[in-house]
């Protein structure tokens, strides 16, 4: 939606050549859900695929409808919401411009906030090859590659990394990696990466990632994320496994100017018990440098926190159940009192069952 930012206000307009509230709401919601919604923010408000929520749960894409006269409730205004309080809409002062929830003169005249009902699904089809050669006695080099075709936006993280990026039509999956036991309590691993997005809608652009942030307004059909992981295996017994790591990232047209991390670090803590088929495993990642934010945007030392929980379990030898959680959290600058300051979390809990065969 930001690459529309700073087209002029234009009466019943609904182009690239002037907006108004209710066409640019049109135009966004006709490309991103699919949904033709009428020519009229009191008409918005009442369409029927669209349900009321409330002010203290928006998600990124939610309808803000206002009122230049609360008490009486006529809605004349509407806006979409982004993240961290701020909502994007076409102004009759500046056009298509960002604002914030939290303004006196915006928080005064709220009057219902609507989501599309039944958010839309993600599917895709994902296809993958995967090999392991043992190049002598306690080394190895692994291959993984995956094509994914996707139907809608969805979010991709490339492993349990914050480089990911949120992209649709096609994605493809590199790793390179080689593994080596320096030690019988102690096994290096280095991994090369690389993910390529393709669009094939030239008019695409990747949508902001809720936590890291998002691409600057320009579009593209193509961009990429990789980079280098250095990891060190640490075996003080033999049911717990210790991976500190650290990751450098490069991105690809758009992406390189984003609030996304340089570099990273992660550590990952692993107990099992080969007998009776059982694993739990704690993983958390950080970035320690960031790339600038786009102008629009504010905050780029922003701390982000990837925190995952993964409980798998033999049902059989061919079977294995598991059961995941991550949390990724963004901490923002300044004192927690300050009404201005915006955290950010955003939560995924997936149940995988794997089969062998």
């Not at 929520?53 to 206002?66: A, Q």
């Not at 002062?93 to 709220?110: A, C, F, H, N, Q």
């Not at 593209?220 to 790591?245: C, E, F």
Request: with cysteine; glycine share 8%.
């Amino acid at each position: 939606m930001k690459k529309y930012l700073g087209i002029r206000y234009k009466k019943a307009g609904a182009s690239k050549k002037g907006f108004d509230c209710s066409g640019f709401v049109k135009v966004a919601y006709r490309q991103i859900f699919g949904l033709d919604l009428p020519h009229q923010s009191s008409q918005q408000s009442r369409y029927p695929d669209l349900e009321s929520v409330s002010l203290d749960s928006l998600r990124t894409g939610d309808l803000v409808f206002f009122s230049s006269n609360p008490k009486r409730k006529n809605i004349d205004h509407v806006g979409i919401y982004l993240s961290d309080g701020r909502f994007i809409h076409a102004a009759r002062s500046r056009g298509v411009m960002i604002s914030g929830l939290d303004e006196p003169y915006w928080r005064s005249k709220i009057v219902v906030a609507k989501t599309p009902g039944g958010r839309i699904p993600v599917e895709f089809d994902r296809r993958a090859l995967n090999l392991v050669a043992s190049t002598g006695p306690g080394s190895a080099f692994s291959f993984q590659y995956e094509k994914t075709d996707f139907s809608s936006f969805s979010p991709s993280l490339f492993g349990k990394d914050l480089g990911g990026i949120f992209v649709s039509d096609q994605l493809h999956s590199m790793k390179l990696g080689y593994a080596k036991t320096i030690h019988p309590l102690l096994t290096s691993h280095f991994t090369v990466f690389r993910e390529y997005f393709i669009s094939t809608d030239e008019g695409r652009l990747p949508p902001q990632h809720p936590i890291l942030g998002g691409a600057e307004p320009f579009e593209t059909s193509r961009t990429y994320v990789q980079g280098l992981r250095v990891a060190g295996g640490i075996k003080p017994a033999d049911n717990i496994y210790i991976i500190p790591s650290i990751s450098l990232f490069d991105y690809g047209p758009v992406l390189n100017e984003t609030a996304l991390p340089k570099l990273a670090l992660g550590l990952t803590f692993d107990l099992f018990s080969s007998s009776e088929g059982w694993s739990l495993s704690t993983d958390v990642r950080m970035p320690l440098r960031q790339y600038s934010l786009p102008a629009f945007d504010e905050g780029g030392d922003d701390l982000s926190v990837n925190l995952s929980l993964t409980y798998r379990q033999q049902i059989s030898e061919h079977v294995h159940l598991s059961v995941s959680g991550d949390n990724f959290i963004k901490f923002a600058q300044g004192p927690r009192t300050l009404s201005s300051r915006f955290d950010a979390e955003d939560q995924r809990f997936s149940l995988v069952l794997h089969f062998f065969y």
